[in-house]
């Protein structure tokens, strides 16, 4: 999936310096914009809002680009951007989110009456959304959980005709907790490629930098020298080594590509911007007095089977995706990670599985896809319904033998393959195959 993406290259060499080359969105990214424009063409494109944790809730993500501490260097291009919506004394970049806080994850910014995310939106009118999470919520390390509340969220931002801009939480130090948060990023740029979103890989980027780009507490991005978070708006050479002016390279170079290419209106001369109103009656943003408050995947919505993504036959390797993202010096392109997401109700009804399978459940319905393995590879391969079933998945062995199951589990399973062909086949219950989707992701699992 990553090797196919639009990349926004930010190359980073031996001491971490940067520059970053323009950013290119594909066609199905362009048109399913201008496909959530449509469904609300009253809100603000000029304006964008935040939406994560503590680093998303920082003065040090964007909120210089408002003040006179900014150095473009070699992207003196991103200047129209930033007056784009540096448009009053209260504007997107210096705007305290009603959706970002400390230890937010995706459950808080559901949560309350009207949910937080509704509030944030009355009163901004944004047209683009920074949609950050995974950092707070890979701490349950509950991926089906997460999966369930960001296609919820996402789809309720189309429906009010605002574009969920996807980002890949930011990496660790501490490895084994990174595996995580790779493992929720996987989960979050598929989404992206199945819903045709526009997708920034924070990850790549700062794990190019010295020290990750991470401050010293490990987990919160770095800024440049003194200065503090008037620094981190420094888009030179020496800036670009620290995490917090990365990020915010990225996301500038994300909102100009989305602003540039015909999607946005020219701005408003007439007012500065609403980030302090209340909400507009004829915005077509409803009140959500009716939305589900916990975010508990037991409880809440869930996506609207109606109001999904275009669903796929198979693996997809060709994201459809604008991304950016760190590059370093060319190599072969890894095929990893791989998804699919699928109609459950199309999958052909079960007969038999191979041997060492079982016998499949009476009128379960069965996925089925092949991997040619030139090399040995820890692989971790997981079926996430969004309804919230857990679908018994299998690892099986093809070759002249025959084929025979080598390894079967709930939702997700581990497996260190030798090189050759391998079958991975779900299994999804008669009871939960009526309707709905079903993500499957194949990714590697290093130690």
């Known amino acids: 999936m990553k090797h196919a993406l639009l990349f926004l290259v930010l190359a980073c060499g031996f001491a971490g310096t940067a520059a970053a080359e323009s950013l290119e969105l594909s066609q199905a990214v362009q048109a399913h914009v201008r496909e959530i424009h449509a469904r609300n063409p009253e809100l603000r494109d000029d304006a964008f809002s935040k939406m994560g944790g503590s680093s998303v809730a920082s003065r040090a993500f964007l909120n210089c680009f408002s003040t006179p501490y900014v150095d473009l260097d070699a992207h003196p291009e991103l200047a129209a951007t930033i007056e784009y919506f540096d448009n009053g004394r209260r504007n997107s970049f210096n705007r305290e989110s009603e959706a970002a806080g400390v230890s937010w994850n995706l459950r808080y910014v559901l949560g309350g009456r009207p949910a937080n995310f509704r509030q944030e939106l009355d009163a901004t009118q944004a047209r683009w959304a920074l949609v950050l999470f995974g950092s707070n919520d890979a701490q349950n390390e509950n991926e089906r959980i997460y999966l369930r509340r960001l296609v919820y969220l996402i789809e309720q931002l189309e429906e009010m005709g605002v574009v969920p ?7 660790r130090r501490n490895l084994d907790r990174d595996r995580w948060i790779r493992r929720f990023n996987e989960i979050t740029e598929a989404v992206a490629e199945h819903w045709s979103l526009p997708y920034i890989d924070y990850h790549d980027a700062l794990s190019a930098l010295p020290r990750k780009g991470l401050a010293r507490d490990g987990v919160h991005p770095n800024v440049l020298g003194q200065g503090g978070v008037r620094t981190a708006c420094q888009l030179t050479e020496k800036g670009l080594r620290y995490g917090n002016n990365v990020r915010n390279l990225l996301t500038l170079e994300m909102l100009s590509a989305l602003t540039g290419t015909g999607f946005a209106t020219a701005p408003r001369t007439d007012a500065g911007p609403r980030t302090d109103a209340g909400p507009r009656s004829d915005a077509g943003l409803r009140s959500d007095a009716g939305l589900r408050t916990d975010a508990d995947p037991q409880a809440d919505a869930g996506p609207q089977a109606d109001a999904g993504p275009r669903t796929d036959a198979g693996p997809r390797t060709d994201a459809a995706v604008g991304t950016a993202t760190a590059a370093g010096t060319a190599a072969v392109p890894d095929p990893f990670p791989i998804s699919a997401l699928l109609p459950k109700s199309t999958l052909p009804l079960a007969e038999t599985l191979p041997r060492n399978c079982g016998r499949p459940t009476p009128n379960s319905r069965l996925y089925r896809t092949r991997l040619d393995l030139p090399e040995r590879a820890r692989l971790r391969a997981s079926a996430f319904d ?23 589990r709930s939702q997700t399973l581990e497996v260190d393959a030798k090189p050759g062909m391998w079958d991975l086949i779900v299994e999804v219950p008669e ?7 079903i993500l499957v992701l194949i990714a590697r699992n290093p130690r």
């Open 165 to 171: 801009i996807l980002g890949s939480a930011l990496p």
């Open 386 to 408: 969004l309804d919230g079933d857990k679908p018994r998945v299998f690892w099986v062995r093809v070759d002249e033998t025959g084929e025979r199951c080598v390894r079967r």
């Open 431 to 437: 009871r939960a195959a009526e309707e709905g989707q």
